[in-house]
């Protein structure tokens, strides 16, 4: 009887299970994104007072007149300083750099993870489990750890510079760490395989025969490699690209371990804020900031790639 029942409730109703199944990830990202991202927008307008309360009231009541308590220049701060002239302060150099910072760590795990993913796709079968599991490997052991690993490498006493000095390379040790050298290391190690398997999941499916037909029509290596490989993979670049680039912008625990004073990427500046200086609504408002030059791109492609989908289908 109760089969009986759900069968004809799931007749009634035969995109119920659809809904289900698509309702569950929106409900994932309304919790754990919008409701979060919400709080940190308020959070980022409230004016503290003298009590500190990063919870206080916006939005008042008296005398049946409605007040609104809102203080936008947490994020004018971001752009002017105590009150100057628009340009640039500590908040957009953080940005800039931060930026920079994870254009170049891109740009090297794309250039070292390109050739390992294209040999890895094609490693014979029986040996891409073991290379795959190479580079996973560094996941199962904490990410604290590997970065304080790092520390000890590159020190002015540490393995690299003792090992250089024991081969005559160098005389003496030489400044690595707390250097721009040690963070794109540091960077680009932890984030290598976020760019390597994406790479391998696309060009692992690459139908080989254009490869083999290019090759038939004369075409050399490279130029097979530019006008066939490249271009089928580049939905794994785009893919790779946002993995590492994304999360190098908001980067903390690196710059702090491996940056030297000056290297003050805008992860740690929110740190500061929020935790040194108490300052919840600037550290909010830095934070929506940078959410927003994210999103934006990853806005524009996503309209892009539907574009392009359409157009293809049509």
Known sequence: MKNLTFHNFFSKNPNFGKKVVISIPFIWLILFFAIPFLIMIRISVTDMGEHLNPFAEIISLRNNQISFNIKIENFISIFREDGSTWGKTIYLEAYLLSLKYAFYTTLITLIIGYPFAYFLARSNMRL???????????????????????????????VLNNLMISLGLISEPLQILYTDVSMLIGMSYVYLPFMILPLYANLVKMDLNLIEASKDLGASAWKTFWLITVPLSKSGIIAGIMLVFIPCVGEF??????GGA?????????WDEMFSSNNWPRASALSIVIIVVVIFPLAWYNQRTTQSFNQENT
């Open 253 to 258: 625990v690196i710059p702090s371990l491996l």
């Open 262 to 270: 000056e290297n003050i990427m805008i992860g740690r500046v929110v």
């Open 128 to 158: 891409r489990p073991i290379l795959l599991l190479m580079v996973m490997l560094p996941f199962w052991t904490s990410f604290l750890l590997r970065v304080y690993a790092w520390k000890g490498i590159l020190a002015d006493q540490g």
